[in-house]
């Protein structure tokens, strides 16, 4: 099974990744500098070839979408190229099919880009960025699967992981998921401080939402707050958000806890859970940020890439575990 792993193949899958992980980032900087319409066309750029663009007219919000637009058509190469290398050099069909949809997926994501600038419709973003964080962890398990280890690892001496274990973090992770799709929206309906305070929420632990609580919070919003006049709705998100940020650090804290004491606090994959642990924690805190310096860019663009990290730890955690059990089952 060790003849089939090249390692041009699966550096270049880690590549892919990397470079998906750094265009989520370089997407959040766009959101964050409200620079999502700063190039009106597609796919051309104010009339020019994308890849022609003159570099003298990348000022403002042009520079950030611009650096999206020729990171994402980077990324889509990559995409296309590493499709097709699979294809040819790799045995396993199943992974030859997971290759594809990579590329198809990276085309929709490209799609929904343009669609949104060309149709001008804020809710695009939300399967837009759904589509980026499925595409993220489908890059990221190309490259796990192409890796040394996966190959090397049913022939090895390895520990199984509990099933209940395994459950678990299947379930917090896809809660992730659902928590960036909140934040996605959030995002989309410049939600993000539809409640200026925090920990508590308007000085309360679930803030009234009535009309004349609404009107309330507009009339005495701080000055220089980011953001449109909140609606009852915005506020209800914000709070959403927050609970089920509560409800997956609770979630991520248990997976720590149980991994030492299943696993064993050496285990590799017991340090990966505290690990997670660690960046939910760093997640909160950065969320607590986002309100407290007013939406700045590079809190709100930190507190975008850490989520997205937390989401692929999570994915790759269950991948990993399923294939040190799977591996060490009898055949």
């Known amino acids: ?28 900087l766009v959101t964050s500098h409200e620079a999502g319409m700063s190039v009106p066309d597609w796919p051309t750029t104010y009339g020019y070839n994308m890849f022609l663009f003159p570099v003298d ?32 050099k790799d045995a396993r069909k199943w992974l030859h099919w997971l290759g594809i949809a990579a590329f198809l997926l990276v085309i929709a994501q490209g799609v929904l880009g343009g669609l949104r600038v060309r149709w001008q419709l804020d809710w695009l973003g939300v399967p837009h960025g759904a589509v980026a964080q499925t595409f993220l962890v489908l890059t990221a398990a190309i490259a796990l699967f ?10 090895s001496r390895l520990v199984p992981v509990p099933r209940g274990l395994r459950s678990h973090i299947l379930w917090v992770t896809i809660l992730i998921f659902l928590q960036l799709l909140i934040a996605a929206t959030m995002r989309h309906q410049h939600a993000g401080l539809a409640i200026t305070d925090f920990p508590l929420a308007y000085g309360k632990l679930w803030p009234d939402t009535s009309p004349t609580a609404i009107a309330h919070y507009n009339a005495t919003r701080p000055p220089g707050t ?6 009852a709705f915005q506020v209800e998100l914000q709070m959403a958000h927050r609970l089920v940020a509560y409800v997956i650090f609770l979630g991520v804290a248990a997976a720590a806890m149980l991994a030492r004491k299943k696993l064993g606090g050496g285990d590799a994959l017991a340090k990966l859970a505290l690990a997670w642990l660690g960046l939910l924690t760093m997640q909160i805190l950065l969320g607590a940020a986002t309100i407290w310096y007013n939406k700045a860019a590079d809190v709100t663009t930190l507190h975008v890439m850490v989520g997205a990290s937390a989401l692929l730890t999570g994915a790759l955690w269950y991948l ?4 040190r059990t799977t591996a060490t089952l009898p055949t």
């Open 1 to 28: 099974m060790n003849n089939n792993y090249r390692p041009a193949l699966f550096w270049f899958a880690v590549l892919n990744a990397v470079a998906t992980f750094l265009l989520i980032g370089l997407g959040g």
């Open 226 to 231: 980011i953001g449109n006049p909140i609606t």
């Open 146 to 155: 192409t890796s040394r280890w996966w190959h090397q690892s049913a022939a």
């Open 320 to 323: 990993v575990a399923s294939r």
């Open 57 to 88: 007219k990348w000022i403002g919000g042009i520079f950030y979408e611009h650096s999206h637009r020729l990171l994402a058509s980077l990324v889509g190469l990559q995409t296309t190229i590493l499709a097709v290398w699979l294809w040819l």
